[in-house]
C-alpha cells in the first residue's frame, strides 16, 4: 500500500514557477519509480513527467521538456516537479503516481498502482 499527497499548486501568471511535492507513505516508495500527469477540464490525463526509483533517469512530455525538471529525495518519501517558464496551456490538475516496487517508470497511465488526490496549476496571462 502506497498513499500519495501532492501539494505545492495554485495560481501563477504566464513566466512564473511553481513546485509541486509528492509526498508518499509506505515501505516501497524507494524502489517505486513515480510519475506526473495532468488532466485539464474537458481532456484526457496527460503524461508530463517521470523519475526512476534512484532518480537516475528521468523523461518528460515534449511539452514541458526544458521547462519542467523531476526530481525525488527517498530520504523524505517525496518527489518533486519544478515547472518554470508555465504557459496558459499548462493549467490542469497535476497527479503524481507510483510504480510499486518497479525502477523505471512509464508514459503509461496504466501502468501506476497508486495515485494521488491531485493539486490544480491555474496559469494566468
Known amino acids: 500500500q502506497m498513499q500519495l499527497v501532492e501539494s505545492g499548486g495554485g495560481l501563477v501568471q504566464a513566466g512564473g514557477s511553481l513546485r509541486l511535492s509528492c509526498a508518499a507513505s509506505g515501505r516501497t516508495f524507494r524502489s517505486s519509480a513515480m510519475g506526473w500527469f495532468r488532466q485539464a477540464p474537458g481532456k484526457e490525463r496527460d503524461f508530463v513527467a517521470t523519475?526512476?526509483?534512484?532518480?537516475?533517469?528521468?523523461g518528460y512530455a515534449d511539452s514541458v521538456k526544458g521547462r519542467f525538471t523531476c526530481s525525488r529525495d527517498n530520504a523524505k518519501n517525496t518527489v518533486y516537479l519544478q515547472m518554470n517558464s508555465l504557459k496558459l496551456e499548462d493549467t490542469a490538475v497535476y497527479f503524481c503516481?507510483?510504480?510499486?516496487?518497479?525502477?523505471?517508470?512509464?508514459?503509461?497511465?496504466?501502468?501506476?498502482?497508486?495515485w494521488g488526490q491531485g493539486t490544480q496549476v491555474t496559469v494566468s496571462s
Open positions: 523519475i526512476s526509483w534512484a532518480g537516475g533517469s528521468t
Open positions: 503516481a507510483a510504480r510499486s516496487g518497479i525502477a523505471y517508470g512509464s508514459t503509461n497511465s496504466l501502468e501506476y498502482d497508486y
